[in-house]
């Protein structure tokens, strides 16, 4: 699967959008295709959201369609200025080689709500970065000092998604862990006491809740994966985002 570069809600937005246009038409793929003079495969991936919407082929679609100079036409194309971005996360993608990491960071960048289910560790977005680092030094300690560095960095360039974002409102959390990440000790007694400290500051924010799933509750299915689900007020196609199980995202 190609790295995801930049922005995705734009490219969904496109997506969506020029799919109705071709229902509406009662057109096949094919038929716009041909009279377009571009390649199926093309405007199949434009429909999907599959790689970067060039201006020029959404342009042609306008025409096509018959929607110039309408407020549609006005948001597709700038749509299409938006996909284009390239995401922050880029520049840390020589560090972080974990399959699909780009895509949930993606969604996490612009999504309005995040539901995320975490075991045996904390949430990443509450994490303390000495909790990060001494995480990444002790479960991972095939990587550099350098390495860590970048990691521990990214994890709190991710944060900011919590605090403020341009043209949108801070990302509402919804955190589940389990007791036992609670008691799971990481680093030292220090960076333990910090962390619970850090966790009881967080959680009282408004657009942060932590659920803690008790020892005392019969374990549910979801205790052999760790999950995220985000979500958009005004788009609905959001999908689920499955995270591994070695907790990297």
Same mark, same amino acid.
């Given at each position: 699967?190609?790295? %995801?570069?930049?922005?995705?809600?734009?490219? &969904?937005?496109?997506? #969506? %959008?020029?799919?109705?246009? &071709?229902?509406?038409?009662?057109?096949?793929?094919?038929?716009?295709?041909?009279?377009?003079?571009?390649?199926?495969?093309?405007?199949?991936?434009?429909?999907?959201?599959?790689?970067?919407?060039?201006?020029? #082929?959404?342009?042609?679609?306008?025409?096509?369609? *018959?929607?110039?100079? %309408?407020?549609?036409?006005?948001?597709?194309?700038?749509?299409?200025?938006?996909? *284009? &971005?390239? *995401?922050?996360?880029? =520049?840390?993608?020589?560090?972080? /080689? %974990?399959? *699909?990491?780009?895509?949930?960071?993606?969604?996490?960048?612009? /999504?309005?709500?995040?539901?995320?289910?975490?075991?045996?560790?904390?949430?990443?977005?509450? $994490?303390?970065? =000495?909790?990060?680092?001494?995480?990444?030094?002790?479960?991972?300690?095939?990587?550099?000092?350098?390495?860590?560095?970048?990691?521990? #960095?990214?994890?709190?360039?991710?944060?900011?998604?919590?605090?403020?974002?341009?043209?949108?409102?801070?990302? &509402?959390?919804?955190?589940?862990?389990?007791?036992?990440?609670?008691? $799971?000790?990481?680093?030292?007694?220090?960076?333990?006491?910090? $962390?619970?400290?850090?966790?009881?500051?967080?959680?009282?924010?408004?657009?942060?809740?932590?659920?803690? +799933?008790? +020892?005392?509750?019969?374990?549910?299915?979801?205790?052999?994966?760790?999950?995220?689900?985000?979500?958009?007020?005004?788009?609905?196609?959001?999908?689920?985002?499955?995270?591994?199980?070695? /907790?990297?995202?």
């Amino acid at each position: 699967m190609a790295p %995801t570069q930049g922005p995705i809600v734009p490219r &969904r937005r496109i997506a #969506d %959008t020029l799919r109705s246009l &071709r229902d509406e038409s009662g057109r096949t793929l094919e038929e716009v295709a041909e009279a377009l003079l571009i390649s199926t495969s093309k405007l199949s991936r434009l429909e999907n959201a599959q790689g970067s919407p060039q201006a020029r #082929d959404v342009r042609d679609l306008i025409r096509f369609y *018959g929607i110039e100079e %309408t407020q549609l036409a006005e948001r597709l194309m700038r749509w299409v200025k938006a996909s *284009g &971005r390239q *995401g922050w996360w880029t =520049d840390y993608s020589q560090t972080t /080689a %974990t399959p *699909g990491l780009d895509a949930h960071l993606a969604y996490e960048s612009e /999504a309005t709500v995040a539901r995320i289910y975490t075991i045996p560790l904390l949430p990443v977005l509450l $994490q303390t970065p =000495d909790y990060a680092r001494a995480q990444y030094s002790t479960h991972e300690p095939w990587w550099s000092a350098e390495e860590v560095d970048r990691l521990v #960095d990214l994890r709190e360039h991710r944060e900011h998604v919590l605090a403020e974002r341009e043209d949108m409102e801070p990302l &509402r959390l919804v955190a589940v862990t389990h007791e036992s990440t609670l008691r $799971q000790f990481v680093g030292s007694s220090e960076i333990m006491r910090a $962390q619970l400290d850090h966790l009881v500051e967080r959680s009282a924010a408004p657009n942060i809740e932590l659920r803690v +799933f008790p +020892f005392a509750h019969p374990p549910l299915f979801s205790m052999s994966c760790m999950y995220a689900y985000f979500g958009a007020t005004t788009t609905p196609w959001w999908p689920r985002h499955w995270s591994p199980t070695r /907790a990297a995202h």
